[in-house]
């Protein structure tokens, strides 16, 4: 009896050491990384978000001085109006001309040139109208706007800045995901094939667990032979760069 109750407390002894999670170190990272530079020239007005800030989805982090978007969009619509009552015009002479050709009093040739002239006002306002949509493209573009809620991480932008063609192109201000971190850990060989891309694991922050899953496994090791493993979890904090966690599988 004493030696069936040996068995049955070793038995049960390696059954709990056997589905006992394994813990290994990791480190915070940020994720969702966002990158905002100015597609069109001009000086910054404002700058409105600092390092460290919370955003959220269409907040503007900065903008450039409007006045000049503005004034520019308003010739264009003066230009563009100027015309209406030139080609209203020009439609009656047309109208009246048609007329004309159809009692054989006009030639077809002087109808042409009346018909030319029309035409020419007509693709004159579209063209006006194209130029009025890219003003108004340019304005809505003077303003950079947050695409998802996000951390600011990084602004290289200050008020009275000049944006040219020379720097429109950097990257003034960078955010990271507000939803989601992830923890990387670099494994050995026989590590790396206790995953898989998708599994459920823990990632312990604080004494705190939250439900990750891996997003990505290297196929080739690093130059000291380790493979990367990018795990991703709900973490609504500011992310630590390399704060040191753990990984419970």
């Known amino acids: 009896m ?4 040996l068995l049955i407390i070793i038995f049960l002894s390696g059954f709990h050491t056997i589905s006992q999670a394994v813990e290994m170190e990791a480190r915070l990272s940020w ?17 409105l978000v600092k390092v460290g800030e919370k955003v959220k989805k269409g907040d503007a982090l900065a903008k450039l001085e409007s ?3 503005n004034y ?38 002087e109808l042409q040139k009346i018909d030319g002239k029309y035409k020419v006002l007509i693709e004159s306002q579209k063209e006006v109208k194209a130029e009025c949509l890219l003003r108004s493209w340019k ?9 998802d809620s996000a951390y600011v991480v990084n602004s290289n932008v200050i008020e009275a800045m000049v944006i040219s063609a020379e720097n429109k192109t950097e990257t003034f201000i960078e955010l990271v995901s507000a939803k989601q971190a992830s923890a990387v850990a670099f494994l050995t060989y026989q590590q790396k094939l206790k995953f898989n891309i998708g599994q459920e694991l823990k990632v312990v922050v604080d004494q705190q667990e ?4 891996v997003e990505s496994i290297d196929i080739q090791p690093d130059k000291e032979n380790k493979y990367k493993l990018v795990s991703v979890f709900y973490y609504t904090k500011m992310v630590e760069p390399d704060k040191v966690v753990k990984l419970k599988y």
Request: aromatic fraction near 10%; charge should be positive.
């Open 139 to 147: 304005l809505k573009r003077s303003a950079l706007k947050a695409r």
């Open 72 to 109: 520019k969009i308003k010739q264009c619509q003066a230009q563009f109006d100027k015309l209406n009552p030139q080609i209203f015009d020009a439609k009656l002479e047309l109208d009246q001309a048609e007329e004309l050709f159809e009692r054989t009093v006009l030639s077809e040739v």
């Open 31 to 47: 994720v969702g990384h966002q990158k905002y530079g100015f597609s069109v020239n001009g000086v910054v007005d404002k700058v």
């Open 210 to 213: 939250f439900s990750a899953k």
């Open 67 to 69: 006045n000049p978007f």
């Open 2 to 5: 004493k030696k069936c109750s």
